[in-house]
């Protein structure tokens, strides 16, 4: 795996603090999974050497309160993102002068993904890995708004995933790497 992404990790919820697994570690295999995955399809953009990204582990309520004011959404959520980039819009002659290049910021909650992986009958730690790689996918521009943006993501998700050696979210069925 490839060691492009440096990842900014804040913790301002001590649900964090309990949960079974590396948060670190899982991150930082989470975003070298998706880019080694993307650079190997060629959908990893060829300017950007380095890259950066700000992950934030909060709760239900400063999400909602992001979800709102962002979205217009009043409700909590599993994961945000707010990309720094607009991959389709962005010159690319500036994005190579960039180093790091900033790729923007993922907030993940931590009761909501508790809820999830039980309604889903999912670990945490694989349903937490699924959301950073959701998370990081929006911020290189990928959707899932429209009916084929969504079929074109989660192909991705489940692609990343498999070859993590997680289950596919969307069928709980096994994938094959």
Known sequence: MSDLITIDILQDDAQWDNVPFDLDAVTKQ????TYDHLRAQGRWPDMIETAELALTLTNDTAIQTLNHHYREKDKATNVLSFPA???????PAFLALQSPVPLGDIVVAYETLDREK??????????????????L???????????????????????????????NPYTNEKTVA
Do not use: P, R, W
């Open 30 to 33: 989470a975003c070298n999974a």
């Open 118 to 135: 039980d309604e889903q009958d999912k670990s945490l730690k694989d349903h937490y890995t699924h959301m950073i790689i959701h998370g």
């Open 85 to 91: 980039i607009d991959f389709d819009n962005d010159d």
């Open 137 to 167: 996918l929006h911020l290189m521009g990928y959707d899932h708004i429209e009916d084929d943006e969504a079929e074109e993501m989660e192909s991705l998700e489940i692609e990343v995933l498999s070859a993590l050696a997680i289950e």
